[in-house]
């Protein structure tokens, strides 16, 4: 089965702190992808990466920054953490095209920024 | 740029019954998926079902089944003989030539027994 990891699933941290939330899979796929989900709102995207090292904006990238250096981790940073990225983050990760088109998952880290 | 738009918030169904819930979507694209995601509370997000825009014939998995209505732009999902499991957020999503998932607000689905 594919397995998709994001090292925490609650966090609390300070206004203006640095927060990593970070993501591994294990079935070698392409593409990773992060995006938040807010009540009302749905899953928007916030950074993708279809390779190691590159990287796209999706539709609400300001406030974040992403890492790809190995093909299984993809990282999501919050340089100087708000109030309003208070969220559910969701790492999910698919293979480019693929006979599916399905993404993969993670549990999701739920962020509460004070 | 592709919408996604669930119109219901939220649902409910009678244990046993039949509910069906609501997606429409915008796209210039002729070639695409469409998928239904589950997302039970606390729990992680799994597929229910995916439909290839090439295919005519409706997607069926077991009790989950899909009205593709292409020239409508419309994906409903319909759910038989509900179990209290199937309680959870639906989310309903679109992929196109690029390789992100475009998600609609989703749709709470509870179920009473």
């Known amino acids: 089965d594919v397995k998709v990891t994001q090292s925490s699933r609650y966090l609390v941290k300070r206004t203006g702190e640095k927060v990593f939330l970070e993501c591994v899979q294990d079935?070698?796929?392409?593409?990773m992808f992060w995006y938040r989900q807010d009540p009302g709102l749905g899953l928007r995207l916030i950074y993708f990466?279809?390779?190691?090292?590159?990287?796209e904006k999706g539709d609400i990238p300001e406030g974040y920054s992403v890492s790809r250096e190995k093909k299984e981790r993809f990282s999501l940073i919050l340089e100087s953490a708000s109030t309003n990225q208070t969220s559910m983050y969701l790492c999910?990760?698919?293979?480019?095209?693929?006979?599916?088109?399905?993404?993969?998952f993670g549990e999701g880290s739920r962020l509460t920024v004070l | 740029a592709q919408t996604v738009t669930q119109s219901q918030p939220e649902m409910s169904v009678q244990e046993a019954e039949t509910v069906t819930l609501s997606c429409t979507y915008d796209?210039?694209?002729?070639?695409?998926?469409l998928f239904w995601y589950k997302q039970p509370p606390s729990r992680q997000m799994i597929l229910v079902i995916r439909?290839?825009?090439?295919?005519?014939q409706n997607a069926t998995e077991n009790r989950f089944s899909v009205n593709f209505q292409k020239a409508a732009k419309s994906f409903s999902l319909k759910i038989s003989d509900s179990q209290l499991g199937d309680a959870a957020m639906y989310f309903c999503?679109?992929?196109?030539?690029?390789?992100?998932?475009?998600f609609g607000a989703g749709t709470i689905l509870r179920v009473k027994s």
């Open positions: 439909q290839e825009a090439y295919k005519q």
């Open positions: 079935m070698d796929h392409e593409n």
């Open positions: 999503a679109y992929r196109g030539y690029g390789n992100k998932l475009v």
């Open positions: 999910a990760s698919g293979r480019t095209g693929g006979i599916t088109g399905e993404l993969f």
């Open positions: 796209t210039s694209e002729s070639d695409y998926y």
């Open positions: 990466s279809y390779d190691v090292k590159m990287k």
